[in-house]
Nanobody, 122 residues
Framework: QVQLVESGGGLVQAGDSLRLSCAAS????????MGWFRQAPGKKREFLAAIDWSGGTTYYVPSVKGRFTISRDNAKNTAYLQMNSLKPEDTAVYSC?????WGPGRGQYDYWGQGTQVTVSS
């Protein structure tokens, strides 16, 4: 059982940056591919980005490509989401998830964090 804990959310102004972290409870995070998702009030959960176990392959949805960067540090059992040029429409709860089989935004994600709130004011 892998526990994932997100941190780094908060209230920022439009144009600001935030870096979210996703810390794993055990040292085997390197066995998993990681993804970041978000869910705004009244909306479906949205897949944002994924990174493979090695960090060598990344995938982004068009709406965040060029603004968000996913990365990981397996030695620290942590994945990250750097978010730049934030917009009010980025306001949501952001969650990380881990999957054994590579399938960005699809397939089964085996473990989920509880999420961290990001609020972007205009």
């Amino acid at each position: 059982q892998v526990q994932l804990v997100e941190s780094g959310g908060g209230l920022v102004q439009a144009g600001d940056s935030l870096r979210l972290s996703c810390a794993a409870s055990e040292r085997t995070l390197s066995r998993y591919h990681m993804g970041w998702f978000r869910q705004a009030p009244g909306k479906k959960r949205e897949f944002l980005a994924a990174i493979d176990w090695s960090g060598g392959t990344t995938y982004y949805v068009p709406s965040v490509k060029g603004r968000f960067t996913i990365s990981r540090d397996n030695a620290k059992n942590t994945a990250y989401l750097q978010m730049n040029s934030l917009k009010p429409e980025d306001t949501a709860v952001y969650s990380c998830a881990a999957q054994r089989i590579w399938g960005p935004g699809r397939g089964q994600y085996d473990y989920w964090g509880q999420g961290t709130q990001v609020t972007v004011s205009s």
